[in-house]
């Protein structure tokens, strides 16, 4: 029911920053936790932050804590990964994703792409050295 889109990918230095933004679809957006995943060519899928659907609870992955800010604007319908300080390992697809159950936990994060139902295109990201 939910449909997902992702943007602002793109090409950028170490140490450069971006905005990803994922527009999400429906009128019950502020009742699903959400959560940003990438991929890397040749590797698994990797959890990367999840925001709450209530309270704006915020958990990191350790490759990506301090570094990367996960937000919403439920007005908005839109989720955000603000990136900063990036790294040439941080290159991937991006994908966001919404959970597979709205009014979920607000205490337990979701870290497991078992926990989500919808998902994004993905946009590319990629990290000069």
């Known amino acids: 029911q939910v449909q997902l889109v992702e943007s602002g990918g793109g090409l950028v230095q170490a140490g450069g920053s971006l905005r990803l933004s994922c527009a999400a679809s429906g009128r019950t957006f502020s009742g699903y936790s959400m959560g940003w995943f990438r991929q890397a060519p040749g590797k698994g899928r990797e959890f990367v932050a999840t925001?709450?659907?209530?309270?704006?609870?915020?958990y990191y992955a350790d490759s990506v804590k301090g570094r990367f800010t996960i937000s919403r604007d439920n007005a908005k319908n839109t989720v955000y990964l603000q990136m900063n300080s990036l790294k040439p390992e941080d290159t991937a697809v991006y994908y966001c994703?919404?959970?597979?159950?709205?009014?979920?936990?607000?205490?337990?994060?979701?870290?497991?792409?078992?926990?989500?139902?919808?998902w994004g295109q993905g946009t590319q990201v990629t990290v000069s050295s």
């Open positions: 994703a919404a959970s597979s159950r709205i009014y979920g936990s607000t205490t337990y994060y979701y870290t497991s792409d078992a926990d989500y139902g919808y």
């Open positions: 925001i709450t659907w209530s309270g704006g609870n915020t």
